[in-house]
């Protein structure tokens, strides 16, 4: 996979490609926005990844450029501000997703691999782990063959860490993803939902991640 990294801060930009690298994607780096329309406009890539703060031209206006000259290449925009309005912006401006810095590198890779299956129109059905399966398109769950009753939101937490079993989930993922930036959580909103499933599923299907998140057992 051609992936255009747009990031200005270089030390950063140089980890970012050692791991994406490593994760077989083919790296080119731009460090500005005048560069990254240039690179983006004439070059052949299939993702994105643009950070909204670049000192000559916001990835804003990169990918608002990038959209009127009728480029539908899959964008994921940076951000180190916290607030709503950088994230809002930046999706309605054209980008298919973001991420906030400080950043788990796992979901980073996690939320590529997301953009590119919805690009590519290949995303699966349902999702299966073991005895444990989801039907995405009925948000319905099954384990071991019988039906598995699940809140909405116990859904959307078990979908996140089946798509990533065996991985870590971070707990900080797990609330944007169940509440969004704008609703409010109870400090232990994702400790409640993690008991609750693992009611359902048996307490050894969930392992605590102390201090980081959740992560799924595989076997």
């Known amino acids: 996979?051609?992936?255009?990294?747009?990031?200005?801060?270089?030390?950063?930009?140089?980890?970012?490609?050692e791991?994406?690298?490593a994760a077989d994607y083919r790296v080119q780096q731009s460090y500005s926005g005048i560069?990254?329309?240039?690179?983006?406009?004439s070059g052949s890539f299939?993702?994105?990844?643009?950070?909204?703060?670049?000192q000559d031209l916001s990835g804003i206006n990169v990918i608002r450029r990038l959209r009127n000259s009728g480029s539908n290449t899959p964008i994921l925009i940076l951000t180190a501000r916290h607030g709503t309005e950088d994230r809002v912006l930046g999706l309605d401006a054209g980008a298919d997703d973001y991420l906030a810095k400080p950043f788990d590198f796992d979901e980073l890779l996690a939320r590529l691999r997301?953009?590119?299956?919805?690009?590519?129109?290949?995303?699966?059905s349902a999702l299966e782990c073991g005895p444990l399966r989801l039907e995405l398109a009925t948000q319905t769950a099954a384990l071991a063959g019988q039906p598995l009753p699940l809140t909405r939101r116990e859904f959307m937490l078990l979908r996140l860490l089946l798509e990533n079993a065996g991985r870590i989930v971070t707990r900080d993922r797990?609330?944007?993803e169940l509440y969004g930036w704008l609703d409010p959580v109870a400090s232990n909103a994702i400790e409640v939902h993690v008991?609750?499933?693992?009611?359902?599923?048996?307490?050894?299907?969930?392992?605590?991640?102390?201090?980081?998140?959740?992560?799924?057992?595989t076997s």
């Open 1 to 17: 996979m051609n992936l255009c990294l747009v990031e200005d801060d270089h030390a950063l930009s140089a980890v970012l490609t």
């Open 19 to 21: 791991g994406l690298v």
């Open 35 to 41: 560069d990254a329309l240039r690179l983006l406009n």
């Open 46 to 54: 299939d993702l994105a990844i643009i950070d909204i703060g670049l």
């Open 114 to 124: 997301a953009i590119l299956r919805r690009a590519s129109g290949t995303c699966a």
């Open 174 to 176: 797990l609330e944007t």
């Open 195 to 217: 008991h609750h499933l693992r009611k359902k599923l048996g307490a050894e299907r969930i392992r605590t991640m102390r201090g980081v998140g959740y992560m799924l057992v």
